[in-house]
Nanobody, 121 residues
């Protein structure tokens, strides 16, 4: 059974940083791309960024480009989302997902439960 568990969320002031982790069990990230998505209150879930299964390539939504960085530690079977220069509009529940990759939810087969990130102004 595949399980993805996010951690690292919390409350931070605008301009601050957080690092989210996504740990996988029952499946390795060596065969799947990993995406990060977020859902703010009252809004649809949106793509944040993704990393290929090899870890050689990353891509991001324009809204986070230059501020967020995705990386992976294959030995720990964990993918990270480093978030810098956080803004109040980054407040959302953040989800990691594993699958074929890309910007669309339907290309991901496995999802974590989400972790809350709140950025105060």
């Amino acid at each position: 059974q595949v399980q993805l568990v996010e951690s690292g969320g919390g409350l931070v002031q605008a301009g601050g940083s957080l690092r989210l982790s996504c740990a996988a069990s029952g499946r390795t990230f060596s065969t799947d791309a990993t995406g990060w998505f977020r859902q703010a209150p009252g809004k649809e879930r949106e793509f944040v960024g993704a990393i290929t299964h090899s870890g050689s390539s990353t891509y991001y939504a324009d809204s986070v480009k230059g501020r967020f960085t995705i990386s992976k530690d294959s030995a720990k079977n964990t993918v990270y989302l480093q978030m810098n220069s956080l803004k109040p509009e980054d407040t959302a529940v953040y989800f990691c997902a594993a699958g074929r990759g890309g910007t669309l939810e339907r290309w991901y087969d496995y999802w974590g439960q989400g972790t809350q990130v709140t950025v105060s102004s």
